[in-house]
Structure formats: C-alpha cells, structure tokens
C-alpha cells in the first residue's frame, strides 16, 4: 500500500519537525485501510479487527512542515492469530522513517484472539506475505 501525504503543522514539534509520535499515528492510517482493504468491512468495536501488539520504529532522517512524503505498508508474514507489517516513510524516495509492528487481530469487547480466515490469509499470500 502506498499513499502520499504533506506533512501538517500539526504533525510537527515547535521546531517544525515531525513529532516521533506522529510517524506512529501516519503508520496506523496505513494499518486501518489495508484492514478494511482486507477484510472488506470497516473498523468497528463489534467485529475483529488488529490491534498492535508490539511496534519498533527507526528514525533516521528529519522531515518537516508541509514537505511531501510517501508512506508505505505491506504485510511480510502472519500466523494463526498475527501478522507482521513494515512501514515507511520517504522524502524523494529516502527512507526516513521505518516501522516494523506486529498486529493481533482480536474481538474487541473481549480481547480474545481470532484467528485469520481462509480468505484473509489467501489475500496476505497474494500480497506476498508468508505463513509462519
């Protein structure tokens, strides 16, 4: 998945560069349409959904206010109740920011694991992800 954005003011610090925060907050837009992509249903607190189990980011350049970017998502791997996504954010084309999250898709009034379809699963591989 791959979407372009402009950095907003309100995703700066006072020194106008990209709040740490903010790179988290870009990443999971990413998270929340390739779900409803996958799924074909939209987020919501009666259905399964992912919710963040762990997630590692590397900041490795600075952005700032109102440049353009490029974000990107996709899917490495899952397992029975999990997968792995890699994100990353780039100003003509350099990477500035990575992500690597793993996801568990849950009930959410319960909490409880529910594992990937047949159909989600079979959507991952033709995205290219693998099964652990």
Not at 61 to 68: I, L, M, P, S
Request: proline share 3%.
């Amino acid at each position: 998945m791959i979407r372009h954005h402009v950095i907003r003011w309100s995703e700066c610090d006072a020194y106008g560069h990209v709040n740490h925060a903010a790179y988290l907050t870009l990443f999971e837009d990413l998270r929340v349409s390739h779900w409803q992509d996958l799924t074909g249903a939209k987020l919501a607190a009666t259905t399964p959904g992912p919710v963040v189990a762990q997630i590692e980011a590397r900041y490795l350049r600075g952005v700032g206010f109102n440049e353009a970017v490029t974000l990107t998502c996709r899917t490495v791997s899952f397992r029975r109740t999990s997968y792995i996504q890699e994100y990353a954010l780039l100003r003509d084309g350099v990477e500035c920011c990575t992500a690597r999250a793993v996801c568990v898709v849950t009930r959410q009034e319960s909490g409880e694991k529910v594992p990937l379809t047949p159909e989600w699963r079979a959507a991952l591989e033709a995205q290219g992800a693998v099964a652990e």
